[in-house]
């Protein structure tokens, strides 16, 4: 569940970014949410795998 947390923990913190970016127009937080984004998407991917490989030891 550690790997749940943290995606939680990433998503939380780029929630100041998005309200900057989308309530505020602020170009620099969006950049930073675009780089918090594929954070995300990597560490999607990293569990996925772990997922898989443990589905398939049995």
């Known amino acids: ?3 749940f947390s943290e995606v939680k ?3 939380m913190s ?3 970014d998005f309200e900057k970016f989308y309530d ?3 170009q620099a937080a969006g950049t930073r949410v ?7 998407k990597n560490l999607a991917q990293d569990i996925r795998t ?3 490989n443990k589905k398939n030891a049995g």
């Open 14 to 16: 780029l929630e100041a």
């Open 9 to 11: 923990n990433l998503v």
């Open 34 to 40: 675009r780089k918090g984004m594929q954070e995300l």
């Open 24 to 26: 505020k127009g602020n």
């Open 1 to 3: 569940m550690s790997r």
């Open 50 to 52: 772990e997922v898989q």
